[in-house]
C-alpha cells in the first residue's frame, strides 16, 4: 500500500490496522465483504490486498457527530482516483443486503458498521454464514483503548461486548481490530 495514498482518505484506520486489513485480505480465499465503508479508507486497504472483488456495504449518510453529509460521493471518487477496480460498493443496509450472498461465498468479512450491541450482533449472524470455512470475520473498534471522546461513536463498547461471547479462533489483535477465523 501507498502511504501517500492512504492518507489521503479521510477515516479511522491506523496504519497498523491497515496494515492487518491488507495482510489478511492477501489471505483471503475469496471475496471479501465489508459493512462500513464511510470515504473508502479500509475499502481502499482491502482492495489493495486482493484480487478479489471486495464489497462494501453502507448507507453512506456519513457520520453527523464526526463530519457531517453524505460520504457516498467522496468514497466513489476515492476509489476512482486510486484506481481500486476490485471495489463494489452496496448502497443498503447490512442487515438486508446479506440475503443477495450466498453461503459460504466469502473469503473474508470485515464488520465496522453500526457499534451497537445489537447491530454488531445482527451483522454476525447474518453474515457469518456467508464466509467459507478457513475465512476470516474482522470487527474493528474490539477494544478501545483510547479516549472515546476524541472519536464518539456512541456506543464502541457493543462490539467489544459481543465478540467476547462468539466461538471462533481468536487469530490476532490489531490496535482496535480483532480477527477471528471460521472453523472447517
Partial sequence: MDTKEFNSIQ???TPDEANT???FASK???PIAEIGSFKGKSSYCLSRGTAYSV???????GYSHCVGGESYSDFLSNMRRLKCKNIHPIFGDSKIVHEIFADRCLGMLFIDGDHAYDSVKADYYNWK??????????FHDSHW?????KIDFGQCEGVEQFIAEI?????????TISVFKVGE
Fill in 145 to 149: 483503548k483510547g479516549d472515546l471522546t
Fill in 55 to 61: 464489497y462494501c456495504i453502507d448507507l453512506f449518510y
Fill in 129 to 138: 454464514p456467508k464466509v467459507m470455512p478457513g475465512g476470516y470475520i474482522l
Fill in 11 to 13: 477515516g479511522w484506520i
Fill in 167 to 175: 466461538d471462533l479462533e481468536h487469530v490476532c489483535d490489531s490496535d
Fill in 28 to 30: 483471503s480465499s475469496g
Fill in 21 to 23: 486489513l491488507n495482510e
